[in-house]
Every structure is written in structure tokens, then in C-alpha cells.
């Protein structure tokens, strides 16, 4: 049985909250209310905010309060150039490390998160596709790099839930996968970073086409409520 903290249960609890779509983006959070929900003081519950924070999901507006992160086109663009970059060195750091065992793993994961897909299980595709980019970061074995896109895997999560939710776009994604272990599997570095790219450009495509869909439909609402 997995014992947690309470800064670690206040996490999970915020983090799936907002996942989830319980609180939208730009919406409020309460410390008060989540720790009076939560049963706890407001210490822990303000210690996972600042983590969250840390990790780009929640922003900390100056005598404002939090607020959960809202996306717009150029925050994207910039997130996924940073993310391609780390993790176009990591294929290149893993290439150097590859065994067989680390090709079967990879192959591994890729077929979970096939699976998912098929199933229509949406959320657990979204975390089959992490930990199938995670293992590429793991077989560089570098540390810095680990925890650098940690950080901004947490926050392409939220981008995806919140703004990328097509079966096109999942289907799409078993095929990269796919290409990507076994251009790794055999070593060739150069294809796996063609492969990489080509998928982050359309995942990075279809977010922006989700955001400007999103913002749309928000000014038809306002537009809409305006007129009653």
C-alpha cells in the first residue's frame, strides 16, 4: 500500500483536478476551500500549489491569487521548440546506449499505448504516450536532462487534455510511435530524429488548431451573452 504525504496527497488531488477539467483554465483556486475539502491545514496544500506552479499548471498572479495556466498559440509553439530540441539529444544519447533490452521495452510501451488507444481509453493513452517518451529520456541516462523535461512533460499533458482530444490525432500518434522505437531499436539516430520531429510538428499542428477552436467558441459564448 502506497503511503503518502499530505503535500502529496493535496498534489495528486489539484493535479487530477485540473486534468480533469474540474477547475478550467483561468479559473480561481481556493487554498482555503481545497484544504477545508481536502481535510487538512492549508500548509501542505500551499506546498503542492507551489510545485504546481513550478511545473507551469498553475500561475501565480502578484496579489491575485492561483489560477490554473491557460495556453495561447505562442506558449505552445515555444514549449514544443524546447521540448523537440531536449528530446531530439536524448534519441541521440539513447542511440549510444541502446541494448536489446531497452528495444523491447520501447516496443513495449508502444504497443500499450496502441492499445489504449484502440479501446478509446483517451486518458490512459495520454499516459501511456508519457511514459513512451519518458523511456527514450530514461535510456540517454541523463539526469539533467531527465529532470528538465519532466517539468515540461507535465505541462504538455495539460496542453493535450485540455486542447487535444480528436481520435485522428491519437491514431496518428500509434504510427509515430511505432516508427520511432524502430528506427531506435536499429540504430539509426537520423531517422529517429526525422521521425521525432515530423511527430512533434503535427502534435504541435493540431494544439494550436485545438487552442484557436477553443478561443472561438469562448467569443461566440461571450458574443452570445452580450446579446441576451
Given at each position: 500500500?502506497?503511503?503518502?504525504?499530505?503535500?502529496?496527497?493535496?498534489?495528486?488531488?489539484?493535479?487530477?483536478g485540473?486534468?480533469?477539467?474540474?477547475?478550467?483554465?483561468?479559473?480561481?483556486?481556493?487554498?482555503?476551500?481545497?484544504?477545508?475539502?481536502?481535510?487538512?491545514?492549508?500548509?501542505?496544500?500551499?506546498?503542492?500549489?507551489?510545485?504546481?506552479?513550478?511545473?507551469?499548471?498553475?500561475?501565480?498572479?502578484?496579489?491575485?491569487?492561483?489560477f490554473?495556466?491557460?495556453?495561447?498559440?505562442?506558449?505552445?509553439?515555444?514549449?514544443?521548440?524546447?521540448?523537440?530540441?531536449?528530446?531530439?539529444?536524448?534519441?541521440?544519447?539513447?542511440?549510444?546506449?541502446?541494448?536489446?533490452?531497452?528495444?523491447?521495452?520501447?516496443?513495449?510501451?508502444a504497443?500499450?499505448?496502441?492499445?489504449?488507444?484502440?479501446?478509446?481509453?483517451?486518458a490512459?493513452?495520454?499516459?501511456?504516450?508519457?511514459?513512451?517518451?519518458?523511456?527514450?529520456?530514461?535510456?540517454?541516462?541523463?539526469?539533467?536532462?531527465?529532470?528538465?523535461l519532466?517539468d515540461?512533460?507535465?505541462?504538455?499533458?495539460?496542453?493535450?487534455?485540455?486542447?487535444?482530444?480528436?481520435?485522428?490525432?491519437?491514431?496518428?500518434?500509434?504510427?509515430?510511435?511505432?516508427?520511432?522505437?524502430?528506427?531506435?531499436?536499429?540504430?539509426?539516430?537520423n531517422?529517429?530524429?526525422?521521425?521525432?520531429?515530423?511527430?512533434?510538428?503535427?502534435?504541435?499542428?493540431?494544439?494550436?488548431?485545438r487552442?484557436?477552436?477553443?478561443?472561438?467558441?469562448?467569443?461566440?459564448?461571450?458574443?452570445?451573452?452580450?446579446?441576451?
Open positions: 500500500m502506497e503511503l503518502l504525504t499530505l503535500k502529496e496527497i493535496a498534489y495528486r488531488h489539484i493535479r487530477n485540473i486534468l480533469t477539467g474540474v477547475w478550467k483554465p483561468g479559473e480561481r483556486l481556493r487554498e482555503d476551500l481545497i484544504s477545508h475539502e481536502l481535510g487538512m491545514s492549508r500548509t501542505p496544500v500551499r506546498e503542492a500549489c507551489n510545485l504546481l506552479v513550478a511545473q507551469g499548471m498553475i500561475k501565480n498572479e502578484r496579489r491575485l491569487g492561483l490554473v495556466a491557460q495556453w495561447n498559440s505562442d506558449d505552445l509553439t515555444d514549449l514544443i521548440d524546447v521540448r523537440e530540441s531536449l528530446e531530439l539529444l536524448a534519441i541521440t544519447k539513447a542511440v549510444e546506449r541502446m541494448t536489446a533490452d531497452m528495444a523491447k521495452e520501447l516496443r513495449k510501451r504497443d500499450a499505448y496502441e492499445q489504449a488507444v484502440k479501446l478509446g481509453k483517451h490512459q493513452a495520454l499516459a501511456r504516450d508519457k511514459d513512451f517518451h519518458a523511456y527514450i529520456i530514461e535510456m540517454s541516462q541523463n539526469r539533467h536532462l531527465k529532470r528538465i519532466t515540461i512533460s507535465s505541462q504538455m499533458e495539460l496542453a493535450r487534455v485540455l486542447h487535444c482530444n480528436d481520435e485522428a490525432g491519437f491514431t496518428a500518434s500509434c504510427l509515430d510511435h511505432r516508427q520511432i522505437a524502430e528506427l531506435l531499436a536499429s540504430g539509426d539516430a531517422g529517429a530524429k526525422e521521425a521525432m520531429h515530423r511527430h512533434l510538428d503535427r502534435v504541435r499542428k493540431e494544439l494550436k488548431e487552442l484557436k477552436q477553443t478561443h472561438n467558441k469562448e467569443e461566440e459564448h461571450a458574443e452570445q451573452g452580450v446579446a441576451h
